[in-house]
């Protein structure tokens, strides 16, 4: 037609797609992944900053395995720590005396008995240490506690017949 510019054609394929919509998909997948294959990174990267000793010794949550009780637990509103773990950390290894180095990983219920002057310590429940991909870890105290006051010390059950103890953190 004279004065009428002739419009763009459609080409299709053999099986009738038309290849405007097959380039806006293609620039939708590629800017799919170009979001989504840095967000699985940070996410990977995350998950793993999870498995470090020292952020779970920092939040205070235990490692999977043997010996993944962190250094530091938080109960009632106060921090309390132990000399004999770190959730595996090198550092707390290396910071510990040779006094410290003999002294064993854990007590028994009958060696938290002797400690304490008394057979049959009763061992209250008072809260939980979280632990990643596994149960989580019972904090006990000694007795009773009464209202309004502050325990010196804490004991938490790393596994069957095995249980750490945890001194106040700061003071009174």
């Known amino acids: 037609m004279p004065g009428r510019e002739p419009g763009p054609l459609l080409r299709t394929g053999d099986d009738g797609v038309d290849d405007r919509s097959a380039t806006r998909r293609c620039g939708v997948r590629r800017c799919v992944v170009r979001v989504s294959v840095p967000v699985l990174v940070?996410?990977?990267?995350?998950?793993?900053?999870?498995?470090i000793p020292k952020v779970a010794n920092?939040?205070?949550y235990a490692l999977?395995?043997?010996?993944?009780?962190?250094y530091r637990?938080?109960?009632?509103?106060?921090?309390?720590r132990s000399d004999v773990t770190c959730?595996?950390?090198?550092?707390?290894?290396?910071?510990?005396?040779?006094e410290q180095r003999v002294r064993p990983y854990c007590t028994s219920r009958a060696g938290l008995d002797r400690a304490r002057g008394s057979s049959g310590?009763?061992?209250v429940k008072?809260?939980?240490?979280?632990?990643?991909?596994?149960?989580?870890?019972?904090?006990?105290t000694a007795g009773a506690l009464p209202a309004?006051?502050?325990?010196t010390t804490v004991i938490v059950e790393a596994s069957a017949d095995c249980y750490l103890t945890y001194t106040l953190m700061g003071g009174p």
């Open 42 to 51: 940070v996410l990977g990267a995350l998950g793993g900053v999870a498995f």
């Open 58 to 60: 920092h939040v205070g």
């Open 64 to 70: 999977p395995g043997e010996k993944g009780l962190p």
């Open 73 to 80: 637990v938080h109960y009632n509103g106060r921090d309390y």
């Open 87 to 98: 959730a595996g950390a090198r550092w707390c290894e290396d910071d510990r005396t040779p």
């Open 121 to 123: 310590t009763r061992l």
């Open 126 to 140: 008072v809260d939980d240490v979280f632990a990643l991909f596994g149960p989580s870890h019972p904090v006990f």
């Open 148 to 151: 309004g006051e502050t325990v």
